[in-house]
């Protein structure tokens, strides 16, 4: 009897693990399926989008911790203001004691960190814009193609600017899909 018993835990023991790498293969599929479709949706948003932000103003303030720019929107398509925490403003530049700086400066609309950048105004290329206009406190509307965004960037007091710095944007993939 124990012969038939070691078998019969031997058959559930086989259907039990069958099922489960049933499963698994399953998952791995739906996975893969779902990063195949992530990957053509960027491609596809990165294709559709062609553009760029030109830097057309950069200046530091008085006291080498401001920096103030003026950015034009060159992509194809608006970009969401409430988008804005996700484009990317990188400074780099260089400091009393000669170094090399290049900081990530995150979105601080309050500018209550250290370090950050803020929007402080869009300049429309006509005088009004009657559709889809950026609020003033930047939690609505669209910067357009053409339209120019005034920012504010600053760094730590104990880490100054000194000479000309370059400022660098990375634009949305997605632009300003709606």
Known sequence: MSSLGSIIVFIIFTITTLILVGYMLNSLSNYVSLFTYYSQYLEGSLQENRGEIIIK???VSPDNITVTSRLMNKCSKPIRVRDF???DIILVYRTLNDKIRVKWLPHNLDRTLN???RPLEIEQ????????????DFKSGLWDPGEVLLLEAWVMGD????GDPVLIVSCLETGGRN
């Open 57 to 59: 103003e950069l200046e």
């Open 125 to 136: 290329t006509n005088n009004t814009e009657l559709i889809n206009p950026a609020s003033g």
């Open 85 to 87: 925490p996700l484009i």
């Open 159 to 162: 880490e100054p600017i000194i």
């Open 115 to 117: 370090e950050g950048w």
